[in-house]
């Protein structure tokens, strides 16, 4: 065991992706329909750091994998985020969202008043760390083209020989009516009814590149990361409380609004899907091992020094917020099953339940209730674990 302990400590890398495959091999099999996914590297993660104490990782690592997880969250989904925050279903998310962070910190408040032993500080910790055929033919364009992709269907202007007309647009797996003010992005399958000897001319105009589709801006994913993270760095002062900063939610924060601008003169912020999504689940996907394998040895240590306190307070607190915002959510405002999905994983912060979430609801909803919820209580939580630390000292 000694070998394997020390051969892992060497080979940090080696670990990591062994931690990912060993992850991704128990998170695919099904139990009564019952998959952890994604989830399970996190759970491997920490047996690997437990059983491996002098293994460690590079804190960037983990980083890297948050970052391009939430930019590609937010460059997919930055129109639909506007779009529902100022909805009366994202507002009624909010309140629920809101609601549960509150309903957990009185929680969390109560069990520092009322049991022994437990700290505030330890305790605010475990608060803020609780995701036809005829005489025209149809045929179908890949838009690869960056003149095409970021352009309004009322701008694209078909040459009137080639006697062209759109049908519709696929996107990823959903399929799109044309509208004057719908945008092509790469990656989109345009459905076009047009003579055959006209397919050249569209191929050409679309791009109609399947390599192209996957590839990205790398000058507008640079700008987009440094402008989100140079957002998230800026100190901002609070009356009373100091000062606090967004973290990664201002990054998210940058990126859902680059992905509703989608283009910006020559930088194209927009991404082909297919890269997107493997940009962003490749980021979870890390980060869930960096973050089991780094907190492993810690969290066998914290349960052999305090016992399950911590981790029994750290499970309730995750248990009223899925709880309380499902309910509320639900229940109180109607709200379908798989957006609420999103505004639990967006509430608690933790993309590993956003991962599950979208394993049980096969659809985009919980990605964009998780945007739409993230960086609003992110701010509520800094503010309020900053608030109850300054009353805490001073009482």
Not at 169 to 184: A, G, I, W
Not at 292 to 317: D, K, P, R
């Amino acid at each position: 065991m000694n070998w394997i302990s020390h051969f892992l400590t060497a080979q940090p890398l080696l670990a990591l992706f062994l931690t990912i495959a060993i992850g991704y091999w128990l998170g695919s099999d099904s139990v009564r329909g019952f998959a952890l996914g994604s989830g399970a590297v996190l759970f491997v993660g920490l047996a690997v750091g437990a059983l491996v104490p002098t293994l460690t990782l590079p804190p960037l690592l983990g980083n890297l994998g948050l970052m391009l997880f939430l930019y590609g969250v937010g460059i997919a989904y930055g129109a639909q985020f506007l779009r529902g925050l100022s909805s009366k279903e994202g507002m009624k998310a909010n309140a629920a969202a809101l609601i549960a962070v509150l309903a957990a910190l009185g929680l969390m408040l109560a069990a520092v008043a009322w049991w022994p032993g437990m700290e505030l500080s330890k305790a605010l910790g475990a608060y803020a760390g609780a995701g036809d055929r005829s005489e025209l033919d149809y045929g179908r364009f890949f838009v690869s083209s960056p003149a095409v992709a970021g352009k309004r269907m009322a701008d694209l202007q078909l040459p009137p020989e080639l006697k062209a007309r759109i049908l519709h647009l696929r996107r990823s797996d959903t399929d799109l009516p044309p509208h004057e003010d719908r945008l092509f992005e790469f990656g989109d399958r345009v459905g076009v009814l047009a003579p055959r000897e006209s397919f050249a001319a569209l191929g050409r105009l679309f791009g109609d590149s399947v390599r192209g589709t996957g590839e990205i801006s790398y000058i507008g994913l640079g700008v987009g990361v440094t402008l989100g993270l140079a957002l998230g760095a800026i100190a901002w002062p609070l009356p009373l409380l100091g000062h606090f900063s967004l973290g990664f939610a201002g990054l998210l924060l940058v990126a859902l609004l680059l992905g509703w601008r989608r283009r910006s003169g020559p930088l194209q912020w927009a991404m082909p899907i297919s890269a997107n999504l493997v940009l962003r689940n490749f980021g979870l996907t890390v980060f869930l091992a960096v973050v089991g394998i780094s907190s492993g040895a810690t969290f066998a240590a914290t349960v052999t020094h305090s016992g399950w306190m911590y981790l029994l307070l750290g499970s309730a607190i995750v248990a009223v917020l899925v709880a309380v915002t499902l309910l509320i959510a639900m229940a109180v405002f109607r709200l379908p099953f798989d957006t609420a999905a999103g505004v639990v994983a967006g509430a608690t912060g933790n993309p590993a339940i956003l991962g599950f979430a979208n394993r049980i609801a096969p659809t985009d909803k919980p990605d964009i209730g998780y945007a739409m919820i993230f960086p609003s209580m992110t701010v509520v939580k800094i503010l309020l674990v900053q608030a109850v630390a300054l009353w805490g000292g001073t009482t």
